[in-house]
């Protein structure tokens, strides 16, 4: 039987657990840090773009301000600039958390950065070598350097989550190339991890899962088609199946879900999306529908079928 959770549950489901959104500047890492808060969460949000210090991205979000989003929210937001590259960083990273509340409840592993790094359809000998490798580093090595900090916090008390965010679900993944052989090993790869994290994590008493979001809306996905959250279905027009799309703050819903569900240990080892999930606890995107966006993508888009979301939300 579906489980489906209370707003109100969800609400106060969070409090006093202290989370750590890894890669929490903008996109899903914001979302998710947002609608943890909401839920009453205490979240560390780390990133490379602080108001004083761009990363190369040179983009306006920050750490600070997602911070802020989160205290707003109903949480209370700590934003610490750290490079999940350099182990020393994650290494007081996660002392810091240890001094300052004892406990880690929530891990997300959200670290990515390689937008600017891939190439489209791109064979192995075509693709930039340094972009892959760099993709590579960016998609795995970042999620377990985090996670070899982490985790031994995490385990110190039983019913921790680790959630280990991608791109695409296991299956999906399974049966189709995913753009060139560096990111599709960067996104299959972390499937497995989660998958491999829960074998380690179970004997004490923690929960490991993957979790995909649809199309996402990010702040950058949105400027790439000049449309706002409050008007995006006007890039439609061009791109006929972002209907399908879904905000930031879906993917949030999803992991506050889970974080708040008694019995999320059923999942463990398990690869996720926000569109399952929502049809399992009952939660909703902004506008109240609920995208399932990867049965869209194999249905209708993959399928050569006219755009239409129909079913799908």
Known sequence: ?????????????????????????????????MELGAAGATVYVT?????????????????????ELVSAAGG???????????????????ERIRADQGRLDILVNDVWGG????EWDKSVWEHDLENGLGLLRLGID???????????????????????????????NAEHYRLSPFYDLAKVAVNRMAWA?????????????????GWLRSEMMLDHFGVTEGNWRAAT????????????RFVGRAVAALACDV?????????????????????????????????YIVEVQDAGEPADATGYR
């Open 263 to 295: 019995q999320r240990a059923r999942w463990n080892g398990c690869s996720l999306s926000s569109g399952g999930l929502a049809r399992v606890y009952g939660f909703t995107d902004l506008d109240g529908s609920r995208p399932d966006a990867w049965r």
């Open 76 to 94: 209370k937001g700590i934003a610490l600039r750290v490079d999940h590259l350099v182990a020393d960083e994650v290494r007081g990273l996660v």
């Open 1 to 33: 039987m579906p489980v489906v959770l209370a707003g109100s549950e969800v609400a106060m489901g969070l409090v006093g657990k202290i989370a750590l959104v890894a890669g929490a500047t903008r996109g899903a890492g914001r979302g998710i840090a």
């Open 115 to 118: 937008e600017k790094l891939f």
């Open 197 to 213: 994290h829960a074998k380690d994590l179970a004997r004490h008493g923690a929960t490991s899962v993957s979790l995909t979001p």
């Open 47 to 67: 990133g490379r773009t602080t108001r004083d210090r761009q990363s190369e991205y040179r983009r306006q979000e920050t750490i600070e301000e997602t911070a």
């Open 237 to 248: 027009v061009k791109v006929p199946h972002f209907v399908i799309s879904e905000s930031p």
């Open 142 to 172: 970042t999620h377990l350097i985090t996670a070899h900090f982490a985790l031994p916090l995490m385990i110190e008390r039983e019913g921790g989550l680790l959630v280990e965010v991608t791109d695409g679900t296991a299956e999906y």
